[in-house]
């Protein structure tokens, strides 16, 4: 069963967010930020891919990426929150953290099944917070 959250408190409930922003011509821009306790206060990564994710099942498109983008950039910060406000400022800036929709999973697999169900409009952005 699908399960939308609405998330209004903390973001780091989530172990990892997936992000994805469809623009107005249909290209999809992804990034992936997830805790791995740096030091400095920027306990959490975020990768912000900035190549277009290739068409297609989301997993393999972010393989392809992860694999043969130049264009990535790896920002270290405190907490999902900004991390989903650095995604926004790339591709949404009118946006802001808690007016995005957030599906919750338990794993990479079920983000590719859920991205495939829901049919990401154009100009919108939907994330997917991997439950601990």
């Known amino acids: 069963m699908t399960q939308t959250v609405k998330v209004l408190t903390n973001l780091n409930d989530f172990e990892r967010i997936v992000l994805a922003h469809k623009n107005?011509?249909?290209?999809?821009?992804?990034?992936?930020?997830?805790?791995?306790?740096?030091?400095?206060?920027?306990e959490y990564l975020l990768f912000l891919y900035k190549d277009a994710l290739p068409e297609g099942n989301f997993i393999e498109g972010w393989n392809y990426l992860d694999?043969?983008?130049f264009n990535t950039t790896?920002?270290?910060?405190?907490?999902?929150?900004?991390?989903?406000?650095d995604f926004l400022a790339c591709w949404a800036p009118e946006m802001k953290w808690n007016e995005?929709?957030?599906?919750e999973v338990t794993d990479f697999s079920e983000v590719d099944n859920m991205y495939a169900k829901?049919?990401?409009?154009?100009?919108?952005?939907?994330a997917f917070g991997i439950t601990k």
């Open 24 to 42: 107005n011509e249909g290209v999809v821009h992804i990034a992936h930020s997830f805790f791995y306790n740096g030091r400095d206060g920027s």
């Open 67 to 69: 694999e043969n983008s």
């Open 74 to 85: 790896i920002v270290g910060v405190n907490n999902h929150e900004v991390a989903v406000e």
């Open 100 to 103: 995005i929709q957030y599906y």
């Open 118 to 126: 829901i049919k990401l409009a154009t100009n919108s952005v939907v």
